[in-house]
DNA sequence: TACCAGTAGTCTGCGATACTATCTACTGGT
DNA sequence: ACCAGTAGATAGTATCGCAGACTACTGGTA
């Protein structure tokens, strides 16, 4: 992907983590599995646990260890309470923020000499 | 605005920059007005002036000294092929994580329990 | 004259964030 | 004994937006 998804990804990532244990509690591990199948693939590992230690830290998740049969026990994470406002604030400030490039992004179109390909 | 939009601009606010330039050719300060206009309110001038600074070394931007009635000279930026060409895969990128994050949010309406408020 | 407001641009330092790369720890298969 | 897969952590780097202060120029006004 281009480099302006790592820029673009810089707040947005967090938001879609979090969303991703509001649809259900996950792991590290797994949510970059989730990630990846959601179609960001090229989210990396690392990037993803020092995250959730970040939303940890704010008091926006539970945490609860849990054993596995293969490998390391899982830290199993819960969005909150905290989480869940947090959440929300996402959602309105990333409408707030889509609406105007939306509108943008239709100007744009609107004179089609600004087109090049 | 909340902190997160701080986070979410980076990244974007380079593409909305751009896509103001390829409205029509603009200095600093009238941009930072164009960016208020459109709903932006919170980008501080020395922001967008950095900003310009990197596209006019990235060779996206052409830029003109224009003498004014007022004050020290503009400086005029205009947009060129290669500052379109990214400008288009601005686009492409952001429809991408768009798409993605619009999704997660559906999920989200989809389960009121999510819902506090 | 001396001062201030408005216009236009620049710069330093800071905090937050994602990436790169590497590391530990545990299991099962060869 | 070694390697692949699972699970997590971390040190270092680069980018970017913000806060705050600064220069430069013009016109008005006390």
Redesign the interface.
Known sequence: ??K?????????L???VL??L??SPAYGYEITARLRG???SDIVEGTVYALLIRLEKRGQVDVEKVPSEKGPPRKVYTLN?MG??Y????????F???E??E???K??TN?PE????
Chains 1, 2 share one sequence.
């Open positions: 992907m281009a302006q998804m790592t820029e673009m990804l810089k707040g947005t967090e938001g879609i969303a991703i509001d649809e959601k179609g960001l309470a869940r406002d959440l929300e604030e996402f959602w309105k400030s990333w707030f923020l889509s105007r490039i509108a943008l992004h100007n744009y004179h600004g087109k090049s390909s």
